[in-house]
C-alpha cells in the first residue's frame, strides 16, 4: 500500500456542503488510473458517498444546526474506502429492513444502495459519542485497464 | 428545474442532479401541478447526470401524487447512471421511460 | 460572525488534488446566497484558491514526493478567507518581485494574481516549520443582490 | 486537448481547464509544432472555462516558441474569466485574440 493516497475533509454536515463533496470524490477519483474510463464504477461509488453524507445530514444529526462530520477517503493498489465520522443519533444497521421493491416507496433505498454498490458497509459507535462508518470497495489492480 | 407547457402536457427539465438537495423543490412543484387533476407530466432528464435515492423517492412521490388526481408521469433521456439506478431499484417496471423527449410526449397524445 | 461556515481539508500536496479542490471551491460558494450570480466573483476565488495550492505544490514540497497541506475555507457574513499550511520551504513573499507585465515571461505572475484578486496575502512561518498562508477577501454583506 | 490541421493551420482545442495540470502537456504539444518551421496555430479556448497562470505561462511560451521558427499563434474564444485574466495581466496586448475560431482562422489565410 506504498501508493496510498489519503484525503482528510471536515465539515458541518450541512447539505450545502453534498454538491461540491460529490463532485470532489467524482473529480478526483476520475483522474486516478484506477478509475480512468470506468464511469460506471465512478457514478457507484459517487452515489455511495453521496448517500452516506445524506444520511448522516438527515438522521445522525435531526436538528436544525447540523453537526461536524469527518471524512476520509482512502486509495490503496486494491481498494478504495470512504470514512464518515459523526457525532450525532447513533443507529443500528442490522436493525434497518431491506427494502420491498415491488412496492416502491419514497425513501428507505439509501444504506441498500449503498451496499448494492460497496463491498462492505462497517458502522461502530465509539464510547466517546463517534459513530464511525467505513465503505469500502475492491477492485482489481489496474482495475482501469481490464472492465 | 424549468417547467413548461406544450400542448396540454407540462414538461419539467430538470438540472445536472436530481439528489436531495432538490428532491423537496421537485416534490412540491409536482404536488402543486396534481392540485388540477389529469395533469399529463413529462420529466425531462436530458440534463440530468446524477440521480440518488432522495431524486428517485421524490420520482416515486410525483407519479403517486399526479396518479392520485387522475393525471400519468413518463420519464425521458435517463442518463446512464439513471438507467443503471433504475433498474437497480427496479423501478424501471415502475415508470413509463423513454429515450427522447418525442417518445414520452407522444404516448400521451397517442392514448 | 454567527453564520460562519468554515471547511478544514487535509491532503497531500500533490497536482492531482487540484481540480478536485478548485471545483470543491467553485461549488461551495457559488452555492451561497454571498455569490450568486456573482461568477466574476467565484472566478476570482477560484483563481487565488488555484494559485496558491499550485505554488504550495511546486515551490513549498520541491522533492517528487509532496508533504501535506492543510487547507481552512471560512466564510463569515462579510469576508472569506482561504488558509493554507504546509511544512516545506518557507519563502519571504516580500522579496519577490512584481513581473513586468510589459516584458511577459513564464513564470512569476502567481502572487501578483492572488494580490490582484484578493484583498490581503499574509504569510508566516511558525517555529514548528509549518507556514501559514491566508487570503481574505472582504465583500459588501448581500454582495449578491447588488453587484 | 485536441489538435487537428485545417488548411495547412493546425487548431489546438484545449479542454474544461488550462491549469498546471495541463500546462506541460500544452508546452510540449506545442514544441513539436515547432519543429515544424512558420507553423501556424490556433489555439480555440471554447471548451475552456477556466485559465490560471500557469496556463497563461503556457500561452506565451507557445507564442515565444512559434515566433522563434517563424510562425505565429492566435487565440480563439476566451470565455469570461480568461478575457479578464488576459486583461489584469495585460496579455491581450501580446496575443492576437479572436471571438470565434473562423476569425483566427482567417487572420491567417488574410495575411
Ligand atoms: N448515518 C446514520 N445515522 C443515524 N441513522 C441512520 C444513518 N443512516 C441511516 N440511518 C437510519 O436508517 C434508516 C434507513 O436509512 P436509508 O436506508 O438510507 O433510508 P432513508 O434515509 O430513506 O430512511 C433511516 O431512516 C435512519 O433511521
Ligand atoms: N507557497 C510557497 N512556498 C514557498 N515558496 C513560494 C510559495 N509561493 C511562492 N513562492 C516563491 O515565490 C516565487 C514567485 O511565485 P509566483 O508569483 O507564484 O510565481 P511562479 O510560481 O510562477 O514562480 C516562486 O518562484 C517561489 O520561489
Redesign the interface.
Known sequence: MDDQISVRIEVPAE?IL??PL?HFVRIFLGQLPEFSSR??LI?DL??AF??AF?NI??HAYTSEKKGPVSIEIKVGSGSLEFKFEDRGQSFDPSSVQAPN??K????G??IW?IR?VMDEYLYHSEADGRNVLRLIKHFPRGAGNSP | MEIQERDGITIITTDE?L???VAPQLKDAVNKLAERSETKLVIDLEKTR?I???G???L??SLRALIKSNGDMKIANPS??AK??FQ????HR?FEIFDDLEGAVESFTAS
Chains 1, 3 share one sequence.
Do not use: H, K, Y
Open positions: 447539505m453534498l454538491r460529490d464511469d460506471d457514478n459517487e452515489l453521496d448517500e445524506t445530514q438527515r421493491l415491488d416502491p416507496s419514497e425513501g433505498l439509501g444502495l448494492q | 442532479r439528489d436531495a438537495v446524477f440518488d435515492s432522495s428517485c423517492g421524490a416515486v412521490a446512464p447512471q443503471t439506478l437497480l431499484t427496479r423501478l415502475v
